[in-house]
C-alpha cells in the first residue's frame, strides 16, 4: 500500500531564509506527486505537480520541488520565504493506471510552514 | 478557482441523527470525491465518484454512504452520526483522475 511520510510538522523559518519541506512516498509503482497548500480556514490549493517528464518542477510562487525515484521522495523548496507563504502544506501521491486512473490521493500528515519577520 | 460549492459550510449536529452534505461543480469533472481532514492525519479519502452512479469507497468509508445521480452533484451522507465523524470534509474533483481541485469545506461538529 502506498504512504506519505512529511518529516516535519512544523518548520519555523525567518522571512527571505530559505526552506525546504521534506516529503517521502512508500510505493512499489510509478506515481503521481502533488504538493498542495492549505492557508487558514481555506481549502487547498494545488501547488505544484509531478506526472511525468522532467523531474523538476515549478510553480508560479517561486516554490519548486524535485522528483527522486530511487530517494522516493519530493522534497518542496523556495529560496526565499516571505510571510505570505505561512500556511500548511501537505504533499500527496496517486497511482496511475492509464485510462483507468481514478486520482485517488494519499496525504502526508502536513507541515505547517511559520514564516516569522 | 475550480467550480465547486460546497453546502452547508458549517453544521452542528447530534448524535444519532441523519446528516447530508452537498458538493456541487460546474466544470463537468468525470470524478469526485469526499475527503475528511483531522488533525494529525492529512486528509483521508471517504469515497469516490468516477461517473454517474458509479462510486467506491476509499480509506474510511464506514459510517458513510454517497449517491450521485447528476454529473454535477455528489451527496455524502452520516446514516447516524456520531461524535468521531466531527471533522471537517472537503470534496475535490479531476477531470482525468490526475490533479484535484478541492472546494472550501464543510466544518461538521457532533455533540
Redesign the interface.
Known sequence: AQS?T?LDSQVPVFEEAPVELRCNYSSSVSV?L?W?VQYPN?????LL?Y?SGSTLVESINGFEAEFNKSQTSFHLRKPSVHISDTAEY?C?V?Q??GS???????????TTLQVKP | DAGITQSPRHKVTETGTPVTLRCHQTENHRYMYWYRQDPGHGLRLIHYSYGVKDTDKGEVSDGYSVSRSKTEDFLLTLESATSSQTSVYFCAISERGTEAFFGQGTRLTVV
Open positions: 506519505v512529511q503521481y502533488f498542495y481555506q481549502g487547498l490549493q494545488l505537480k506526472l501537505f500527496a496517486s496511475p493506471h483507468s486512473n481514478t486520482g485517488k490521493l494519499i496525504f502526508g500528515q502536513g
